[in-house]
């Protein structure tokens, strides 16, 4: 992962290696002169390689909450001038993002879902254990929920089921009950404390103990598994027939929703088995193209641990 220092405001000078690049391209099988979608533009590292295929593409919608790294991609891509069209927003709201700019269909969706290096690095995004910071783990600084918002007024029984629920933590319980005897918790490196006096840490243990409660917080303060859901209806609604939408995951939770929308929109028949004949008339919107899920080569892992979770998915547009 490259990290090249911080900047005054601690947010600039980390740079992202984009995940899965060549698989990426490739399966979104370019068109010359097509118009795509990049719903997670971050850096603009995805963006970029669309951009520079031959024969060329016409443009990338480059959708993204953080305007702070919309900005860092803006200035990356200025060379391509009005090829890359950035639309600072939520990709659930694509289709209003794309209309706004005169555009109604796209040949191809990018959704490399979660946070970049830069975010999880820059102590002023509040999402790191490592580095301490303001409980943020805000994408879009004017969201209404902060971290320290949940930490400090949820109920124990609500932050114990957070935790679990999107932190798939066993102890979710335990630790929201020590969040709540450690009140009032202001800052990453307090709440990985008291999450670490809780688990402990077993020796050789590689995965930091509060890495599951964090992951909770952060799906949690963006709503993250409700706007795949919808993010990925809204692709589907926008894609031209033939169309590619392809979607990088880090998680199970974010995989599972994915994996779950492919198979329900690429299916023939949605009745119940017991049912003798199909009275359901789906018609599939999606056609799977890879079952078996894409993931990084042991180089690419090695040159980026940062990558070693990610799973790649992709399905046309019937
Ligand atoms: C893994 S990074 C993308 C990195 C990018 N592909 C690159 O090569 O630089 C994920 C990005 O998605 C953005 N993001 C997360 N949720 C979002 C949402 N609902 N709408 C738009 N952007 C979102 C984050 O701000 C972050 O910049």
Same mark, same amino acid.
């Given at each position: 992962m490259g990290r090249t220092g911080h900047g005054p405001d601690g947010n600039f000078g980390v740079s992202h290696r984009p995940v899965l690049l060549t698989e990426t391209v490739h399966q979104l099988a370019l068109q010359e002169g097509g118009t795509y979608l990049?719903?997670?533009?971050?850096?603009g590292g995805h963006s970029e390689a669309i951009l520079q295929s031959? @024969? $060329?593409?016409?443009a990338v919608l480059a959708i993204d909450r953080d305007p702070r790294s919309l900005e860092a991609a803006q200035s990356r891509l200025a060379g391509f001038g009005g090829r890359f069209l950035p639309a600072p927003g939520n990709y659930a709201d694509m289709a209003g993002l794309a209309a706004e700019r005169?555009?109604?269909?796209?040949?191809g969706v990018l959704l490399d879902l979660g946070f970049s290096s830069r975010q999880i690095e820059s102590?002023?995004?509040?999402?790191?254990?490592q580095i301490d910071g303001p409980l943020d783990m805000r994408y879009d600084p004017l969201g209404d929920l902060t971290a320290e918002e949940i930490v400090n007024t949820y109920d124990e029984r609500e932050l114990g089921q957070l935790i679990r629920r999107?932190?798939?933590? @066993?102890?979710g319980m335990s630790i929201a009950r020590a969040i709540i005897k450690g009140r009032p918790v202001a800052t990453t490196g307090q709440l990985a404390s008291i999450i670490g006096a809780v688990l402990g840490r077993r020796p050789g243990q590689r995965i930091n103990p509060a890495t599951k409660t964090f992951q909770a917080l952060r799906i949690a303060v963006n709503d993250e598994l409700s706007n795949v859901e919808r993010g990925l209806d809204a692709a589907v609604g926008l894609l031209v027939p033939g169309g590619r939408l392809v979607v990088i995951s880090y998680h199970s939770l974010e995989d599972r929703t994915v994996k779950v929308f492919f198979n329900r929109e690429a299916a023939t028949c949605v009745c119940p088995p017991s049912l003798p004949v199909c009275v359901c008339g789906q018609t599939p919107r999606l056609k799977i193209i890879n079952r078996r899920v894409i993931k990084p080569s042991s180089e690419e892992v090695q040159s980026? $641990?940062?990558?070693?979770?990610a799973k790649l998915r992709a399905v046309q547009r019937i």
């Open positions: 990049d719903g997670t533009t971050g850096e031959e @024969p $060329p593409v016409k005169g555009i109604t269909g796209v040949d102590p002023g995004y509040g999402m790191s254990f999107y932190g798939e933590e @066993p102890r980026n $641990p940062r990558s070693r979770s």
